[in-house]
């Protein structure tokens, strides 16, 4: 457990590390390609080093040089034979990892950790059926342990559904074009998350290959493309970024965060929007911003598309003036934890009022005080409640570590805001 100290005076610059989204993609589309490909900027994370371990035993030689990350694709040929697979709690790896054990020869177990077993992904599995990938879920139940039995992927039409995560789409697509014949993935109900699909297809565009669609429902992928290798900089992480810029915001503080791409097509780059509403100064430069905290107020806000900032959000809520409102975020509850539900309680525990539905949440802003937080082994809930204790005395925060799974060094960059 850590106790955070709270701020008397906030005036700072910090550094955030590489994508996590980024990071991930780029991992599975260089293994994908034929040749070495070099990652700058790569984020260094329990997530993206399940990836790791995952891809070499695929038979890929991936190696650190200094801040380099080098990957040595195969083009596609990956290592055959019987493979188990864990993931902890990465549900994307998880969801990457599961579509690209179907274009190897083989038979592969992917499990994951108590949790990763009750998050959905029957969604996915459906999609690569279609595609005549032999895959189950090894209980039944559309949860992992899951069970890839491949001999590639034949391609064909997909339907997908869209509401619990925009990742079953991006792990199709990213392994189409290995397919033997074209894709053609249909997206039905709502797509969640839109801005990740975005980041997919630069990714696989800048690697050599390129997606079709209209809007975001239907996507077609022409088979026989092939990514190319690259040397590819991972821009730094919006969410990571958040936590900061939600910082100056509690504290009535300056913070500003460099190695940050204000017209990055991250979706999460629009929590500077959001402060903005709420009554902060926001500076944006090419590669980095800076918030000035001002008298919060509170705002009525569709989060679909920065899911991952709803935590940061709903604490910064808890100091403005009046009602904020947050929907459109029932995918929420699929996530490391069920975070509507696991927000709602930690923050009541400060005094904060709090009201959930099924997809949203309305928080009034008031005062919070110090209490005990469980981050229910969820990291945005950790970096999130650990904003509050800056500005509130007797904040402390149980399973710290949990931060691991995306930003190992975050307790350390916390520091540097004194």
Not at 406 to 418: D, I, Q, V
Request: charged share 25%; proline share 3%; glycine share 10%.
């Amino acid at each position: 457990m850590i106790e955070i100290t709270p701020l008397t005076h906030c005036h700072a610059t910090i550094t955030i590390p590489g994508s996590k989204s980024y990071t991930h993609r780029a991992l599975i589309i260089s293994a994908l390609a034929d040749g070495e490909s070099i990652l700058i900027n790569a984020l260094q994370s329990e997530d993206s080093e399940y990836t790791v371990r995952t891809l070499r035993k695929f038979g890929i030689s991936i190696f650190w040089e200094g801040e380099l990350l080098h990957v040595l694709g195969k083009g596609g040929k990956f290592r055959a034979g019987e493979e188990r697979i864990f993931v902890g709690n990465s549900g994307t790896s998880m969801r990457f990892l599961t579509a690209l054990s179907a274009v190897r020869n083989g038979r592969t177990l992917l499990d994951g950790s108590e949790r990763m077993r009750n998050r959905p992904i029957g969604d996915l599995l459906d999609g690569l059926r279609a595609l005549g990938v032999n895959v189950c879920s090894k209980e039944g139940n559309g949860c992992p342990p899951v069970i890839v039995e491949s001999q590639g992927i034949t391609g064909g039409k997909a339907k997908i559904m869209g509401e619990k995560s925009s990742q079953f789409l991006s792990a199709l697509l990213m392994v189409a074009p290995y397919a033997y014949r074209d894709v053609h993935v249909e997206v039905t109900g709502e797509l969640a998350s839109k801005p990740y699909i975005d980041i997919t297809r630069h990714v696989m565009s800048t690697f050599g290959v390129e997606v079709q669609s209209e809007g975001y429902h239907s996507f077609f992928v022409r088979a026989g493309q092939r990514y190319l290798p690259q040397t590819f900089r991972i821009e730094g992480d919006a969410s990571h970024a958040s936590y900061f810029f939600a910082a100056a915001a509690i504290t009535r503080g300056r913070v500003r965060v460099e190695n940050f791409n204000t017209t990055s097509i991250q979706g999460d780059r629009g929590f500077l929007n959001i402060l903005e509403n709420m009554g902060c100064e926001v500076t944006p430069r090419d590669d980095w911003a800076e918030v000035r905290g001002r008298k919060l107020r509170g705002i009525e806000v569709d989060m679909n598309g920065m899911p991952d900032l709803v935590p940061t959000l709903a604490v910064t809520a808890a100091f403005a003036q009046g009602k904020t409102v947050i929907q459109n975020i029932g995918h929420l509850r699929f996530k490391e934890s069920d975070r509507i539900k696991a927000l709602t309680r930690e923050l009541v525990k400060m005094g904060i009022r709090v009201k959930e539905g099924e997809d949203y949440l309305t928080i009034e802003g008031g005062e919070p005080h110090g209490a005990e937080i469980d981050t229910h082994s969820d990291h945005r809930l950790a970096m999130s409640f650990a904003i509050v204790g800056l500005a509130v005395p007797g904040v402390k925060i149980k399973g710290e570590r949990c931060v691991d799974k995306s930003f190992p060094g975050f307790w350390k960059t916390l520091e540097k805001l004194y």
